[in-house]
């Protein structure tokens, strides 16, 4: 009777441990809310999870300070951007418009597809210590999947008409991707007249952090009415991470002449939702095996 008494309680906790962990595990893989102020603010992104662990720990960070002394590469990058719908969103962090298939970049002859651009307000990237008022990213990404950012930054100044097809339609509160009837834009009218940059290698601004990416600041900045930036700036006026350490890195001389490898570090985090869930599994799987044996 007592070893009946024991297989049972085996049985029920394995099988109550089991799918405590698998739920508890579903339930922690959901979206871990970030922010640009307080407790989910940048400071913290490496601390909300363990898949954000490069925004504390990488060594490759964007955005960065580019100094007065850094090197202006030649405009040799290839745009290819045809126009595209109108399709814009809030994300619930920026002002972003997904782009039709069809526009890319060329750099040293790999071809990045245009995939999207979203706007920061200040920059993030800082040119000799200074902000500008805002900063377009252009984000786009090879068929073997690496990402290459081109950065643009945008000064007051005169009406942009190239950017009035957006700032017209900008959605106020937080929405799902709606493409605007009858609606284009053109990324290249998007770009300065003289596309000389600066070039280092990376990361995603935002969590998770993400470091291997190609960055192309451009060197020249935009200018946009005080009324086109004012559309956005209502919205968010303070979505930008503060630069990062530029550490070891240095500014690439030419896209075609110098190519450069781009590591990946901060490491790749600690599986713990998959040892949960493996471990629950095999648990629950053991208790039906003691229960089997039981009734056999």
């Known amino acids: 009777m007592k070893k009946f008494t024991r297989l049972n309680l085996v049985l029920v906790f394995s099988l109550v441990f089991g799918v405590m962990a698998f739920v508890g595990t579903a339930a922690a893989s959901g979206p871990v809310h970030w922010s640009y102020e307080g407790e989910e603010g940048p400071e913290h992104w490496g601390e909300l999870s363990h898949d954000f662990a490069a925004c504390s720990e990488g060594v490759e960070q964007s955005p960065i300070d580019i100094p007065a002394t850094a090197?202006?590469?030649?405009?040799?990058i290839g745009f290819n951007y045809q126009p595209s719908a109108l399709s814009i969103l809030n994300n619930g962090h920026t002002i972003q418009a997904n782009y039709d298939q069809?526009?890319?970049?060329?750099?040293?002859?790999k071809?990045?597809?245009?995939?999207?651009?979203h706007f920061h307000a200040l920059s993030e990237h800082t040119l000799a210590g200074n902000h500008s008022s805002m900063e377009m990213h252009l984000v786009?990404?090879?068929?073997?999947g690496n990402f290459a950012v081109v950065g643009v930054m945008l000064n007051p100044g005169s009406e942009n008409a190239a950017y009035t097809p957006v700032w017209d339609n900008v959605p106020a509160?937080?929405?799902?991707?709606?493409?605007?009837?009858?609606?284009?834009?053109?990324a290249a009218d998007l770009l300065p007249h003289d596309r000389g940059y600066y070039r280092y290698n990376g990361s995603f601004t935002t969590p998770p952090c993400t470091e291997g990416v190609k960055w192309?600041?451009?060197?020249?900045?935009?200018?946009?009415?005080?009324?086109?930036?004012?559309?956005?700036?209502?919205?968010?006026?303070?979505?930008?991470r503060p630069v990062q350490p530029f550490n070891d890195r240095t500014f690439g001389q030419s896209a075609v002449t110098a190519p450069q490898t781009l590591p990946v570090s901060g490491g790749q985090p600690f599986p713990v939702a998959g040892v949960l869930t493996g471990f629950g599994l095999f648990t629950a799987a053991a208790g039906l095996y003691l229960y089997r044996r039981k009734t056999a």
């Open 71 to 76: 090197s202006v590469t030649p405009a040799d």
């Open 102 to 109: 069809g526009s890319s970049i060329e750099v040293e002859g």
């Open 111 to 117: 071809t990045y597809n245009l995939l999207q651009f």
């Open 140 to 144: 786009h990404q090879s068929d073997d």
């Open 173 to 186: 509160q937080e929405s799902e991707a709606e493409t605007i009837s009858g609606v284009t834009v053109n």
């Open 216 to 240: 192309f600041v451009m060197s020249t900045p935009v200018e946009l009415s005080a009324a086109q930036g004012a559309a956005f700036e209502q919205i968010y006026d303070a979505n930008y």
